[in-house]
T-cell receptor
C-alpha cells in the first residue's frame, strides 16, 4: 500500500541555519504531496503542497519540490527562526482515490535555538 | 472565522464508559475525517465521510462509530472506552478531490483510565 517515510527527529538547529527534512513516498497512483506543520497544542496546518511531478510548493520561506524520479518531497528552508519550532508532517493523497484520504509520515520535531 | 471546531478539548474517562466527540465545520466542505495521533505514529485515519449520511472505515476503525447526519457535523463515538483509546483525536474537513488540503481542528485530548 501507499506509504510515507520521513526522517526521524528531533532536529535541533541554531537560528538562521539551513533546514532540510527528508520525505520519500511509495504510491501506486499519482499522488498529491503535502507538508503540514503542527505547533504545540494545536492542530495541523497546511504548509505547502504540490500536485504533480516537478511542481514546487512554497510558503513562509519553506519549499519542497515533487520529484517523481526519486519519489521524494524534501522540505527546505534557507534560514530558520525560533518561531519555526514545531512538528512537521509529510503526507500524500492518492490521485487514484476519490476520498482524498491522507497518509502521513510519523512527523519530525524541529527545535530552533536562538 | 471558526473553521473546524472540536468539542470537548479534554476529557478523562473510565474504562467501559461511553462518549461522543463532536466536530463542526463552517466551510461547507463535503469531506470530513477523524484521525488519532499517538506518539511516534503520526496520524492514523479512523473513519471518514464523503457527504451527509455517508461514512466509511479508515485504517483503525475498531472500537469507534461515526455519524454524519448534517453536512457540517461529524460525530465520533466510543461505546465502551478502553485504555488503548487514550490518544489525541483530530477532525478535519476538505473540498472534494484528492488534491485538496484538509483543514484540521485543534484536537481533543482523551485519557482512558
Amino acid at each position: 500500500g501507499d506509504s510515507v517515510t520521513q526522517m526521524e527527529g528531533p532536529v535541533t538547529l541554531s537560528e538562521e541555519a539551513f533546514l532540510t527534512i527528508n520525505c520519500t513516498y511509495t504510491a501506486t497512483g499519482y499522488p498529491s504531496l503535502f507538508w503540514y506543520v503542527q505547533y504545540p497544542g494545536e492542530g495541523l496546518q497546511l504548509l505547502l503542497k504540490a500536485t504533480k511531478a516537478d511542481d514546487k510548493g512554497s510558503n513562509k520561506g519553506f519549499e519542497a519540490t515533487y520529484r517523481k524520479e526519486t519519489t521524494s518531497f524534501h522540505l527546505e528552508k534557507g534560514s530558520v527562526q525560533v518561531s519555526d519550532s514545531a512538528v512537521y508532517f509529510c503526507a500524500l493523497s492518492d490521485y487514484g482515490g476519490s476520498q482524498g484520504n491522507l497518509i502521513f509520515g510519523k512527523g519530525t520535531k524541529l527545535s530552533v535555538k536562538p | 472565522n471558526a473553521g473546524v471546531t472540536q468539542t470537548p478539548k479534554f476529557r478523562v474517562l473510565k474504562t467501559g464508559q461511553s462518549m461522543t466527540l463532536l466536530c463542526a465545520q463552517d466551510m461547507n466542505h463535503e469531506y470530513m475525517y477523524w484521525y488519532r495521533q499517538d506518539p511516534g505514529m503520526g496520524l492514523r485515519l479512523i473513519h471518514y465521510s464523503v457527504g451527509e449520511g455517508t461514512t466509511a472505515k479508515g485504517e483503525v476503525p475498531d472500537g469507534y462509530n461515526v455519524s454524519r447526519l448534517k453536512k457540517q457535523n461529524f460525530l465520533l463515538g466510543l461505546e465502551s472506552a478502553a485504555p488503548s483509546q487514550t490518544s489525541v483525536y483530530f477532525c478535519a474537513s476538505s473540498w472534494v478531490g484528492s488534491n485538496q488540503p484538509q483543514h484540521f481542528g485543534d484536537g481533543t485530548r482523551l485519557s482512558i483510565l
